[in-house]
């Protein structure tokens, strides 16, 4: 079981010394933090929505990483493209627990991307 206040603790910890907006070294610009185990009933249908446990850098609801728990859950994450918020991903490699994504809707011609990391209990992102 998963004790939340030293959650959030280790979270802040990590999430103010990696992430931020600035050129000045912060190598990451957002990052999320998802439960992988939630089972949460929307409606009368089947589908969950995921438990966003912390974010930084952004402002996601739950409807917006929907899809790309929907993926992890059924291990198909790098068979098609997925989706947080408005942008879209393409896994480029495969690792044991982990994937990384380009962006492919993305405006800045440098790109953008993403690391999908899964644990049993969470997904960071």
């Known amino acids: 079981m998963v004790e939340w206040g030293a959650l959030h603790a280790l979270w802040e910890k990590w999430a103010s010394a990696c992430v931020g907006y600035s050129d000045a070294g912060e190598p990451l610009r957002a990052a ?35 899809q790309l728990i929907e993926s992890v859950k059924q291990n198909n994450l790098h068979a098609e493209f997925f989706f947080i918020g408005a942008s879209k991903y393409l896994v480029t490699s495969v690792h044991d627990h982990w994937y990384c994504a380009r962006c492919v809707n993305a405006t800045n011609p440098a790109g953008q991307g993403a690391i999908v990391v899964q644990t049993a209990a969470f997904i960071l992102i």
């Open 32 to 66: 999320i933090l998802l439960n992988n185990n939630c089972n949460m009933e929307v409606s009368s249908s089947s589908r969950y929505l995921p438990i966003i446990v912390e974010q930084k850098g952004t402002k996601l609801i739950p409807t917006d990483v929907r």
